[in-house]
């Protein structure tokens, strides 16, 4: 597949109360990593399949929700494509430091999705 899913993040308003749900749910494995200003970025290792990560929602008074992220080859291509074929830009191409590159759409059905572009070493 030429654009999978590849991570799926909880922007929360309770990291705390989030990760215990979740971690006693799953048994999921969570490692906390710094990022900086923007604060502590929570890995989500699920054992297969599909990970992600947690977050305190950076938006205030947005309800917490799930965002999919799928994988693209340019991500200022991808956006400017989505762009063009009616989605409304929410993020523009963000550096995430060592990792990658992402971009946050809303489709032209109201519908919110990440792209990622994935770093070469």
Same mark, same amino acid.
């Given at each position: %597949?030429?654009?999978?899913?590849?991570h799926?993040?909880l922007?929360?308003?309770?990291?705390?109360?989030?990760?215990?749900? @979740?971690?006693?749910?799953?048994?999921?494995?969570?490692?906390?990593?710094e990022? =900086?200003?923007?604060g $502590? @970025?929570?890995?989500?290792?699920?054992?297969?399949g599909?990970?992600?990560?947690?977050?305190k929602?950076?938006?205030?008074?947005?309800?917490?929700?799930?965002l999919? @992220?799928?994988?693209?080859?340019?991500?200022?291509?991808? $956006?400017?494509?989505?762009?063009?074929?009616?989605?409304?830009?929410?993020?523009?191409?963000?550096?995430?430091?060592? %990792? =990658?590159?992402?971009?946050?759409?809303?489709?032209? $059905?109201?519908?919110?999705?990440?792209?990622?572009? $994935?770093?070469?070493?």
């Amino acid at each position: %597949m030429a654009n999978p899913f590849v991570h799926i993040e909880l922007n929360t308003t309770d990291v705390d109360k989030a990760k215990d749900f @979740y971690k006693q749910l799953f048994d999921w494995k969570l490692t906390d990593m710094e990022m =900086g200003p923007s604060g $502590t @970025y929570t890995i989500i290792d699920v054992g297969g399949g599909t990970g992600g990560g947690l977050l305190k929602n950076p938006e205030p008074g947005m309800p917490s929700f799930w965002l999919s @992220y799928v994988l693209v080859d340019d991500i200022k291509t991808a $956006t400017e494509k989505a762009k063009s074929l009616g989605a409304r830009i929410f993020k523009d191409s963000v550096e995430v430091p060592n %990792m =990658g590159w992402l971009s946050i759409i809303t489709d032209p $059905t109201g519908a919110t999705l990440g792209l990622w572009q $994935t770093k070469k070493s």
